[in-house]
């Protein structure tokens, strides 16, 4: 507010300046619950836009959607359809229709239709659009952002997925749950773009020739993202032609994929129909999706954390389990669990609290890939007990832990390999506790000397102290014998294998190996 009366004096109320700043002020007032100041300041700004000056300002495209944005948390719904549509037109013609701004625009007004309860077929083939926009922006641009581009481009995208869960999820039909889950897998996919692998792959051939024409080429994508950002006005000004630009990049990623293989510019639109079609009978993949309440139009509530478990079998459409006291999760349940861990008594509780309203949708799977979220990353689900059964969860079920339940199609063809020549194995075991154990960690500083000596450095305390704790550990010679047993099989199926025991089971040795296949 003193930055207003600062602006006024220099400028004047009636500039584009100010009347930005007013403007995000508004957006302030709306996101904390100040509808009615919004709503005086937005009375402000209407009145400047609607004057010459106010309709040649740039800035007009983002206050007609704030516009919409006002009426719709002032509850004044055909108001708001109305102003967005007006938007996304807006948009559309400064930027064109496939610009990252438009889709953009597009989504607020999805979100606002099915906020209204409004899941017409038109809304949902347009939410279909949208979601294609996203697959192909991603893959276009998201490799060439900068890194302060990438981490607000990945935080608007899971910042929109968010909001469409609520309308989403409390339609909750079987189209609804799969556009969840479809819209999960992508946004786990996006901070494993297949682009990632083929750089660090082509830098790796070391071919002059592939090496100059890949930087070339990702030159051209980085300046195409750049002339993205200017209107179609200022692409004339400038007399930059996108569509020549964009032929010239196609021409590249043609030259690139002729000379090798390892040139892949899109990642594979991963769908919940792909998963499906790994899975066994007896099988089941589970996506976990946290999620905050949209209790106004756009704006979540940071009190209100539910989750939702996106269950999807052989066959059928995925099922969803909703867990509605998240927060309660996040705090007092998984500090109850935590402290039976260290207590070391039996949980009772816990099993009936994360798991049991999931596990009424596993009937008959003796197998499940799991994708945690939130909470759920802070649990080791096979020690959850059963009071009912008395078993624990990894006696009931095998619960396979992946990063999303797109891996799913990876470990398959892992699985279903024969040939195992480039396979790499370790297998570390049978320990030697003690001091012994890690003299080249502390190099030639004693116990004694670390413990007398207040400017040790903590790593070295903590290795020492470490050392102090195994030293009357006795050895465990079961280790061995099933280091031996699995050697045994590994190495009848041909698997190149490296074991490390006693002095070279060590975390040091662990974190020096490269790219195991396979590590126990």
């Not at 004047?12 to 996101?31: H, I, R, S, W």
């Not at 079609?277 to 999620?291: D, F, G, Q, T, W």
Request: charged share 25%.
């Amino acid at each position: 507010l003193e930055s207003l009366d600062i602006i006024i004096q220099i400028l004047g109320k009636n500039n584009p300046f100010y009347m930005l700043v007013l403007q995000n002020l508004t957006n302030v007032y709306l996101n904390t619950g100040k509808v009615k100041e919004g709503m005086q300041l937005y009375d402000n700004l209407q009145a400047y836009y609607m004057t010459d000056a106010g309709g040649k300002d740039p800035n007009i495209c983002s206050f007609t959607m704030m516009m919409a944005f006002t009426h719709a948390q002032a509850g004044n719904k055909e108001m708001a359809e109305k102003l967005i549509n007006i938007a996304v037109g807006m948009y559309s013609k400064k930027f064109g229709a496939n610009n990252l701004e438009t889709s953009i625009a597009l989504a607020n007004a999805l979100l606002l239709y099915m906020y209204n309860d409004k899941f017409t077929p038109e809304v949902r083939k347009y939410y279909q659009i949208y979601k294609q926009n996203q697959q192909g922006f991603t893959d276009k641009y998201f490799p060439h952002f900068t890194e302060q581009e990438r981490e607000a481009f990945f935080k608007h995208t899971t910042g929109l997925f968010e909001k469409f869960c609520t309308p989403l999820l409390k339609n909750n039909t079987p189209e609804d749950i799969i556009s969840v889950f479809d819209t999960q897998l992508f946004t786990k996919s996006m901070l494993f773009n297949a682009s990632n692998k083929t750089k660090k792959a082509i830098l790796e051939s070391k071919n002059p020739e592939i090496i100059a024409l890949y930087e070339k080429w990702q030159a051209q994508k980085e300046k195409n993202i750049r002339y993205l950002k200017l209107s179609v006005d200022e692409l004339k000004a400038q007399n930059i032609n996108l569509n020549e630009l964009e032929d010239n990049i196609t021409q590249l990623e043609k030259e690139l994929a002729q000379k090798t293989k390892a040139f892949v510019t899109t990642t594979q639109n991963i769908t919940h129909k792909d998963i499906q079609a790994r899975l066994k009978p007896n099988e089941a993949a589970i996506e976990m999706v946290r999620y905050r309440e949209m209790v106004r139009f756009g704006v979540v509530n940071d009190t209100l954390v539910h989750y939702a478990a996106l269950i999807l079998r052989a066959q059928g459409a995925p099922e969803v389990v909703l867990i509605k006291n998240g927060k309660e999760l996040e705090q007092e349940s998984i500090n109850f669990y935590r402290n039976n861990i260290t207590a070391k008594k039996i949980d009772k509780f816990s099993y009936n609290i994360f798991w049991k309203s999931i596990n009424t949708k596993l009937t008959g799977i003796n197998k499940a890939y799991f994708s945690p979220d939130g909470v759920y990353n802070q649990l080791s689900l096979d020690a959850l007990y059963n009071t009912e059964t008395k078993k624990y969860l990894a006696d009931e079920i095998d619960i396979q832990l992946v990063v999303s339940t797109r891996d799913i199609l990876e470990l398959n063809e892992v699985q279903q390999t024969t040939n195992f020549a480039n396979f790499q194995a370790y297998l570390v075991g049978f320990p030697t506790y003690g001091a012994k154990n890690i003299a080249s960690d502390t190099k030639n500083i004693t116990s004694d000397r670390a413990i007398q000596t207040n400017t040790t450095n903590q790593k070295t305390k903590q290795t020492l102290s470490r050392a102090i704790n195994f030293a009357d550990v006795k050895d465990l010679p079961g280790t061995k014998t099933e280091i031996d047993n699995i050697n045994t099989i590994i190495t009848q199926a041909k698997i190149k294998t490296t074991v490390l025991l006693e002095e070279k089971a060590t975390e040091n040795s662990i974190k020096a190996l490269k790219k195991p296949t396979i590590l126990h």
